[in-house]
């Protein structure tokens, strides 16, 4: 063919999936867009395990929130609904886990009880203020947190991250002087309360409803306060065996 045709050269063009002849510029690789299509997924679903529960959102549901024509797209990058919710909870706990490297690595010689519930709490809000309001992941946390079938996930994964055994080591410091039935009751309280007031404070700012306090650092100092006041607690002295 004549270069007066004003086509372009065959290793600059390719045919699509849809018989169509594309750019290799403009066209996404399909690992781009097998990336991409796993995002939507991602995103679509924390939203509604967030807002419905696990257990009420079906594949399909997520699939066409997402704005995937196939129904089957859910089983066919992540598997099954379990491998999901571990995905969307390494997503955000891979970028916490940065933010607890970091405070760690600022703590002093010998770190005291408060020192390590910042370190435990601020990540996360500091986490959740990134990525702007609304959110979606803390009242995703607290769902599976609740469902005796995919809670395991979460813990696994938070007992895998080594900025969580530093803390958990650091506090077996500070608190062995109480006994041992006592710090495994106050530790089951602490997870409550940070799992479910961080959540309540998501959903809260997500509905526009009022807060008691304005941000999020400030969210996470009253956290902190209250969890050291747990844990200071007295232990009665009238304990039956």
């Known amino acids: 063919m004549s270069a007066m045709s004003g086509a372009a050269p065959a290793t600059r063009r390719r045919r699509g999936e849809d018989g169509a002849v594309m750019s290799k510029v403009d066209s996404p690789s399909r690992t781009e867009r097998a990336n991409a299509t ?3 997924i991602l995103t679509a679903a ?3 395990f967030a807002e419905h ?3 009420a959102v079906s594949n399909r549901q997520v699939s066409e929130a ?3 024509g196939n129904n089957a797209a859910v089983g066919y990058h992540f598997g099954t609904k379990a491998d999901l919710v571990r995905a969307i909870a390494r997503k ?3 970028q916490v886990e940065e933010v607890r490297q970091r405070m760690i690595s600022r703590l002093g010689q010998e770190p005291d009880l ?3 519930m910042r370190c435990l709490v601020h990540p996360l809000t500091e986490h959740l203020e990134a990525l702007g ?3 979606w992941f803390a009242r995703f946390g607290a769902q599976v947190m609740t469902d005796p079938r995919l809670r395991p996930i979460i813990v696994e994964e938070n007992r895998s991250s080594p900025s969580q055994r530093r803390i958990l080591a650091g506090l077996d410091v500070c608190l062995a002087h109480l006994p041992q039935d006592v710090r495994a009751e106050r530790h089951d309280m602490a997870r409550q309360l940070l799992v479910h007031i961080i ?3 998501e959903r809260a700012l997500a509905e526009n409803t009022p807060t008691p306090r304005t941000s999020w650092h400030d969210a996470a100092t009253g956290l902190v306060d209250a969890l050291v006041g747990l844990w200071q607690a007295p232990v009665s002295g009238e304990r039956r065996p």
């Open 133 to 135: 309001n609304p959110t």
């Open 38 to 40: 796993r995002e939507l």
């Open 92 to 94: 955000h706990l891979a």
């Open 114 to 116: 408060r020192d390590w």
């Open 66 to 68: 997402a704005g995937q």
């Open 199 to 201: 959540a309540e404070r």
């Open 46 to 48: 924390e939203r509604l």
């Open 53 to 55: 529960g696990v257990l």
